[in-house]
Structures are given as C-alpha cells and as structure tokens.
Antibody, heavy 115, light 108 residues
Framework: QVQLVQSGPEVRTPGASVKVSCKTS????????ISWVRQAPGQGLEWMGW????????EYARRFQGRVTMTTDTSTNTVYMELRSLKSDDMATYYC????????WGRGTRVTVSS | SYVLTQSSSVSVAPGRTARITCGGN??????VNWFQQKPGQAPVLVVY???DRPSGIPERFSGSNSGNTATLAISRVEVGDEADYYC???????????FGGGTKLTVL
C-alpha cells in the first residue's frame, strides 16, 4: 500500500528541537523526494523544503534555513525533518508529502511548543 | 517572494458551480496545483498542472489559468465538497513552493 506514515505528536519547550519522521512504503523510495509542509492552528499551508530520495538534492525555504535539517534513511525508507530553536509560533501540524506533485501526504504530526 | 492571493470564503448552493480564484503576478506563466483540505485531515491534490486530475478525483473539478488569475471550478457542487482549498505554484525566482492563503468553500 502506497502511504506515508508520520511519527506521533510531540511537546517541546521553547528553544528545544524536534525531529519528525515520515516512513514511506509501497513505492520506490529513491525515485521520489519528500517535501515538508506545516500548518499553524487555523492557518494556511507553508512549504518548508524538500529532500530527494537519495539525499542528493536538498532545498530549504529561506525562512527556515539554518534552523531545519532534512535527512533520509534508505535502510528504512524514512525521511526525517528536524527543527531547532523552537518558538511558540512553530506550534503547528507538520506534514510530509511526496514531492512528485504532492500527490501523497502523511496524516500530519502535531508539534506543541509551550513552556 | 511571490504572493498568491485567495478570497477567504466562497458560498454556493448545492448543484451550482463554485469558482475559487487565485491571484498572482503573471500567474498564467506558471503551473498551478490545487488542494482540498477537510477539517482535521491532510490536504488532497485535486488538480495538478493547471488542468489535470489525479485518479479518483471527479471530473466536476477543473482548473484554468490565464493572466493574473487561476481558477478552480467545481461543478454540481455537493455538501461533501465543503472544505478549504489552496492553490500552489513553484516560484522559480526563490526556488520555493508557494501556497495561497486558502479559501473556505461553504455549501449552503
């Protein structure tokens, strides 16, 4: 079954880091990249960046550069997104989506940032 | 950076056609994707490359794009079409994907 399964909800304090995973299945992992998109409560969608399946290409949105790292693990067909120095406005649901036209999405991972 | 502008809400009666617009500078020169998002769910691609539909998406969903406005049309609207709709383009000047702010479709 073609799907993206994301890790569970996270709670962090301001200044901490969070690492969200996105396990892929049902298709050739190295053939497609993964984009990360976040959505703050009641707000719209925001693209954070993408990574190719073989990690050969990585692009981060300008506003996240220096604070985000995307990696892959080809042994488990999993993509990771780590966001550092968390602030209250990083509280959001983080989605992974197959980069081939965003045709497949994970269910999202809620990240709460609170002291 | 490139900005996409969507009206915050659109209302339509069942069976009529809903038109959701996405404005951007010379957006007609770009390729537009459209997503549907229902409450508590992940977005779903409904139109890609301006006019194509993924498998499983009804023919009632169609897209067009010209000048400074792209449009998602939903014909014979059903209650189940109630959702937020987002447009998206690739901004080659910044090498980033850009989303519109979203339009809430209400079926009266």
């Amino acid at each position: 079954q073609v799907q993206l399964v994301q890790s569970g909800p996270e709670v962090r304090t301001p200044g901490a880091s969070v690492k969200v995973s996105c396990k892929t299945s049902g298709y050739s992992f190295t053939k497609y990249g993964i984009s990360w998109v976040r959505q703050a409560p009641g707000q719209g969608l925001e693209w954070m960046g993408w990574i190719s399946g073989d990690s050969g290409n990585i692009e981060y949105a300008r506003r996240f550069q220096g604070r985000v790292t995307m990696t892959t693990d080809t042994s488990t067909n999993t993509v990771y997104m780590e966001l550092r120095s968390l602030k209250s406005d990083d509280m959001a649901t983080y989605y992974c989506a197959r980069a081939s036209g965003f045709d497949l999405w994970g269910r999202g991972t809620r990240v709460t940032v609170s002291s | 950076s490139y900005v996409l502008t969507q009206s915050s809400s659109v209302s339509v009666a069942p069976g009529r056609t809903a038109r959701i617009t996405c404005g951007g500078n010379k957006i007609g020169d770009k390729t537009v994707n459209w997503f549907q998002q229902k409450p508590g769910q992940a977005p779903v691609l409904v139109v890609y490359d301006e006019t194509d539909r993924p498998s499983g998406i009804p023919e009632r969903f169609s897209g067009s794009n010209s000048g400074n406005t792209a449009t998602l049309a939903i014909s014979r609207v059903e209650v189940g079409d109630e959702a937020d709709y987002y447009c998206q383009v690739w901004d080659s000047s910044s090498d980033e994907w850009v989303f519109g702010g979203g339009t809430k479709l209400t079926v009266l």
